[in-house]
């Protein structure tokens, strides 16, 4: 099932000379559906940001708490509002390979211009696996391998992206695995984006990374954009550093989400098992906002610090 | 869950303008999955015969046999490819106001420019039902209500549409229940389309009917538009009648799909229940395309007769 | 998909046997949910007046407006937990071949005893694609095909039940079109239960009925039991005549679901596209009660008139 | 949504007292649905075999190769066939609390014993965020949380069992971190079951595991009974090591079911992204069934060697 007809076709070489690309946060109404109408303002600064790609339902955007659905209708709708001035990428990746094929071919159709393809966490499989994964979901286009092996708990080793190397659909690898890793694909011609926001300058600047997946783009994507393209600059690297630990301090996007809150850009909601940061940390963010600028976050209200009971957790969504 | 960003929005107003609204065929893979290559190829002959609308996954589109999420991705993906140049009408309807609020959501998020409301078929209610199903989920966007009491089992009366009338989504009706109804509601200054192609004229010249929703223009669509912008021609309506005939002699789209399959332009799959015309009547098709002339059909090749076991015949979908 | 070792493993002739089926209402929680504890005491009801069998999610239980999940999720609860004691018979039809299939193979695998097969409603089909439909479905176990022109916009003839009764899991056909119609196929042996509480006493007992898939045993499974099982009995029936009368004033379950909350048996909870009746039919409705006794009607509580307001109605569900 | 109802309703204390139980694999057909059949077979195996409680739809299930209908439908099918022979516990965990919330009620309504819990894997939380998603899926009745940092990602530390065991629904935990981690919780009186094969002897016999949740009893139940009831045994330990060792050499459940089609109790089917074991690896196996006694194993086919082109992988399913 495949269409040559989608708007705004982009070929596996556009994919590859993207630098900066947020993983966009997916915000929700207070009974825990989707909120496109800040969802819409959120991309709005993304592209203002300078923010050329976007993962749609990632790990950030919480695609593992979509209903596949859900996670297909974002990307159509994402590509129909936005997909003229960003590129879409879709996250239709899964430890399930049949998910992940039928999503794909689905994500393609509604016309996202590349796909986003984990590994498959938890269920776990063997190298031989691997690639025959891999093969049955790159047949569809533009293909962003990525590799975070603190999450799905296997390494996608070296040996594996170089056997994908030869799909011309292959357009590169989102690497956490650290700098190292990164040069070592790098210098073999293997385009690789920075999964880690606090490398992805010297990933950037020394180790040949093309630019970076980011997570802290969606809060200052400005700065992140000129960390990306302003050449190499340890003073504002080290500036940013402080936000970026804040931000990870409990897995991605408990900060985040945390964070847009607190900036008045998205409604206090969280679908569990997310659960917002406690009070001194959301205290310790509005004096890191302060001492970076309130000019380089999105949004324009003063940011504050919310209570407890300003937060509304779904259960049931 | 809405947003006001969506490519090529469009107003009530420039729905109930639409003349020619073709209820577009889906034609499938031998598997039964979308074959999106030759629906492509379907829409690029609307677009050239002059189709102003399409019904996406309609009663002939046999939105019934698809899934959810195949159906709006149908939606998201006809948008995208050719959202610019027609409008999408998503048959979001259902028996399930449920189903019907949370697709139609959904429809308009990946851009549709209008809904088609079916009143709720086989589970069927009562008057003060009715209402309270439209009011739910015409809050969403323009919307077609779409009255066939052959297929619902229940007549939406003149007094049902006559309340929906106040709301401003409503862009018309398509109608089925004769041109006697259709002069009631366009006497009122409510739109209508006719839904009963061998009606349609005589709906359009002296009814008052705005144009047509049509199965028949997936053949022919030239002469459709013909027949909805060129002035009363009793002779050309006359001309398409045993077409007309032909096409309906077993429920939509039996006759419409075997027609599609014998003139070359998808491959001659059905997903069960639907089952090829029989012999005879393909043969008949053959000899209505040499009268009516192989030039006002859709597709190039030659029309053929085709045989029992060329047809695949998928109840596994 | 099969299996040989469900429990309670029921013949084909087993469910040729029952003559009284009820078609049992799903009741709901305040948020649209299934409320079980409810259903269960419903059984219960069932089973202490005598009903040998239900409908799990037929028309009257709402199965249009559940989701598969749930709809295979409450034929699975109902085996386990009454499953020795009355035959579940699982409403797996849709109009819809694919879904019709998945689903029957589900039912069965999770125990059902048999299944109910509906021609496809607003799709409709030709005579062909009638039976490759019903031969499609079953394949798998016995079956019940049900015939209700009326919600279906095409009655199944004659001529198709006569082709379908070769098939050895054709259990009988639950008929809608009168005694004339159950007369046909009693005469040839093919087993049939009046679809019309109206007409089931004489279907019974004039027109070779096996007996009644009901919708007023909900109300008064001890009642219908007699007239099912103890002999002709006029008198009985024109007594019951004005409680089915009242029933189906509006389309089924609307009276069912209004009734059932007056008697304090189920909350006041309706799932959209269904409306209660209105407030004159409510008083009426303890009048009938009062009338034909309490003591024959389910639950215990005082029949009451329930205002506008007691009622919730669920849109998104 | 809860019932009273079901069937062989089980304490807390009932699953406390199990002390062999089986993760049990799910065979395929050659199109990728379930093979019922070869699953009733294995599940008499395992009855036979003395397994007193099997996982359904685990991770040695596949679990996350089903879709949730698929999976609830298999709770349900195991509920209504062997309920009454051996406790159902089904794997109703995801990283999506409303997944998990979902699932683990359609599931107690069809009957399961009880529930598998995972924390949310890939996606992980803040302990905050565990604690929330584990009281909302804990909710509905016995609860085994499963702890295996080597597929999630993320540990749960001690802390948060200590936290949840005051819940009266915890039955315990399937613990992978190893023999002292176990000696913690059984100190303190929580009831726990080791998750590693090649540890369990020790972990029932030293560290006061109360059994084990197996999947090399899927193989040889008798042994793993034996190991579990007759005493302390290291000779039959080591005896049975080299199979365990053999089982993970690649991530489980892809030994198990290369090993289950070579003993011929199951097609040899894999849906992706599981790939056989290689062919000197099936060999091996082969070798060690001879040196343990084939007559323990499961199944009375001769054990042979299936070459690359036995295997059928499905990638759609």
């Given at each position: 099932?495949?269409?040559?007809?989608?708007?705004?076709?982009?070929?596996v070489?556009?994919?590859?000379?993207?630098?900066?690309?947020?993983?966009?946060?997916?915000?929700?109404?207070?009974?825990?559906?989707?909120?496109?109408?800040?969802?819409?303002?959120?991309?709005?600064?993304?592209?203002a940001?300078?923010?050329e790609?976007?993962?749609?339902?990632?790990?950030t955007?919480?695609?593992?708490l979509?209903?596949?659905?859900?996670?297909?209708?974002?990307?159509g709708?994402?590509?129909?509002?936005?997909g003229?001035?960003i590129?879409?990428?879709?996250?239709?990746?899964?430890n399930?390979?049949?998910?992940?094929v039928?999503a794909?071919?689905?994500?393609?159709?509604?016309?996202?211009?590349?796909?986003?393809?984990?590994?498959?966490?938890?269920?776990?499989?063997?190298?031989?696996?691997?690639?025959?994964?891999?093969?049955?979901?790159?047949?569809?286009?533009?293909?962003?391998?990525?590799?975070?092996?603190?999450?799905?708990?296997?390494?996608?080793?070296?040996?594996v992206?170089?056997?994908?190397?030869?799909?011309?659909?292959?357009?590169?690898?989102?690497?956490?695995?650290g700098?190292?890793?990164?040069?070592?694909?790098?210098?073999?011609?293997?385009v690789?984006?920075s999964?880690?926001?606090?490398?992805?300058?010297?990933?950037?600047?020394?180790?040949?990374?093309?630019?970076?997946?980011?997570?802290?783009s969606?809060?200052?994507?400005?700065?992140?954009?000129?960390l990306?393209?302003?050449g190499?600059?340890?003073?504002?690297r080290?500036?940013?550093?402080?936000?970026m630990?804040?931000?990870?301090?409990?897995?991605n996007?408990?900060?985040?989400?945390?964070?847009l809150?607190?900036?008045?850009?998205?409604?206090?909601v969280?679908?569990?098992?997310?659960?917002p940061?406690?009070?001194?940390m959301?205290?310790?963010?509005?004096?890191?906002?302060k001492?970076?600028?309130r000019?380089?976050?999105?949004?324009?209200?003063?940011?504050?610090?919310?209570?407890?009971d300003?937060?509304?957790?779904?259960?049931?969504?």
């Amino acid at each position: 099932m495949r269409s040559f007809e989608v708007k705004h076709r982009t070929t596996v070489d556009d994919i590859r000379a993207l630098r900066l690309i947020t993983a966009i946060k997916t915000p929700y109404l207070p009974d825990g559906r989707f909120d496109l109408e800040a969802y819409d303002r959120l991309m709005h600064m993304q592209i203002a940001g300078g923010a050329e790609g976007v993962i749609v339902g990632g790990t950030t955007g919480e695609g593992h708490l979509m209903s596949w659905d859900e996670h297909i209708m974002l990307i159509g709708h994402t590509v129909n509002c936005f997909g003229s001035k960003i590129k879409v990428i879709g996250n239709t990746g899964s430890n399930s390979t049949g998910e992940a094929v039928h999503a794909t071919e689905q994500g393609f159709a509604v016309g996202m211009h590349a796909a986003l393809h984990i590994n498959p966490y938890y269920g776990k499989t063997s190298i031989q696996g691997l690639i025959a994964h891999f093969d049955a979901v790159m047949l569809m286009g533009p293909t962003v391998v990525y590799n975070v092996p603190s999450r799905t708990g296997q390494d996608i080793p070296p040996p594996v992206i170089n056997a994908l190397a030869i799909n011309p659909n292959l357009a590169g690898v989102k690497e956490c695995m650290g700098n190292e890793r990164i040069k070592g694909y790098t210098d073999k011609g293997v385009v690789t984006w920075s999964g880690n926001d606090d490398e992805c300058h010297d990933a950037r600047w020394m180790y040949g990374a093309t630019g970076v997946i980011s997570v802290t783009s969606n809060l200052i994507p400005g700065l992140m954009h000129s960390l990306m393209f302003e050449g190499e600059n340890a003073v504002l690297r080290d500036k940013v550093m402080p936000l970026m630990k804040w931000l990870f301090v409990e897995p991605n996007p408990i900060g985040l989400n945390t964070a847009l809150a607190q900036l008045g850009v998205i409604r206090p909601v969280f679908r569990l098992p997310y659960y917002p940061l406690p009070h001194e940390m959301r205290i310790e963010f509005v004096r890191i906002v302060k001492e970076l600028g309130r000019e380089n976050f999105v949004g324009q209200r003063e940011v504050e610090v919310l209570n407890d009971d300003d937060f509304i957790i779904v259960g049931r969504y």
